[in-house]
């Protein structure tokens, strides 16, 4: 079976920290998977949970999955064992406490997993980790700092296999990421040429964009020449598509290594 799994991530928006786009972004998100009748899965911090508890129970309810994308939106490289360890506990505790679930699947933010993710994630009961994206150019250009971490996620295995204890469901790409740089940038015919790209390259794809690609970005140049219109609005082509081409859509939890 080919499958397809959407996700997003949750979190304050771009350049202004606010929540436009947990409010707004995310009604639009749903509206495109109620027409399309897909379900998701969301990477979400602890923030948005804690604000806006409703939005996330109502995705529950709705059959989408709710995983977790950090406490706070800080880098998961940045803290240290003990702070990481530390920011685990405290957001089991948050999704017990507004949603009753346990997160089953973590992104960290910025890709910034490392060795010592994959242990506490066994150790916290997680069962997958999607934070890597192999062959990815993007990430030079977003993080140029990070050139050893960038060069180790390049050639990492662009595969679902396993870390520990924990699977590893890499988001897909070919040089360029399967995010929300292709629905927003690329004319219709060359997403068509890059679907099928991917397609040829896994019959399991991962794609994700963030919350705030749906809503105007006030003071972002790439929403100027780029705008989220264009996101929404290719989103649906790209779901078609993929329906089209044989694609099971998939929340990551249901992800079945064969
Ligand atoms: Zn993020």
Redesign the pocket.
């Known amino acids: 079976m080919k499958t397809a799994m959407l996700s997003f991530?949750v979190?304050p928006d771009l350049h202004t920290l606010e929540y436009h786009g947990v409010v707004k972004g995310m009604a639009e998100i749903l509206k495109i998977l109620n027409k399309q009748k897909v379900k998701a899965t969301f990477f979400t911090?602890c923030d948005c949970i804690e604000k806006f508890p409703f939005i996330f129970r109502n995705l529950i309810k709705q059959g989408h999955e709710v995983a977790w994308?950090g406490y706070r939106?800080e880098r998961f490289d940045d803290l240290s064992f003990e702070e990481k360890e530390e920011s685990i506990k405290k957001s089991a505790l948050c999704f017990k406490r507004y949603l009753n679930v346990a997160p089953r699947g973590f992104r960290a933010?910025?890709h910034s997993s490392d060795s010592y993710t994959f242990s506490l994630l066994e150790k916290y009961g997680f069962s997958y980790d999607s934070s890597k994206t192999p062959l990815n150019l993007l990430q030079f250009l977003f993080f140029p700092k990070r050139i050893k971490k960038n060069f180790s996620d390049f050639f990492s295995n662009p595969f679902p296999h396993k870390i520990n204890g924990i699977l590893e469901i890499p988001t897909s790409s070919f040089f360029i990421p399967f995010v929300s740089f292709i629905p927003r940038i690329l004319p219709r015919a060359l997403q068509r040429v890059y679907l099928s790209v991917i397609s040829m390259l896994s019959r399991n794809l991962v794609f994700y964009a963030?919350s705030w690609d749906f809503i105007k970005l006030e003071g972002s140049n790439i929403d100027k020449k780029f705008p989220h219109t264009r996101v929404i609005q290719n989103m649906e082509f790209i779901i078609s598509n993929l329906k089209s081409n044989g694609y099971k859509f998939i929340r990551m939890r249901d992800f079945k290594q064969k």
Do not use: Y
Request: negative net charge; aromatic residues 0%; hydrophobic residues 10%.
């Open positions: 991530d979190e911090t994308h939106h933010v910025q963030h």
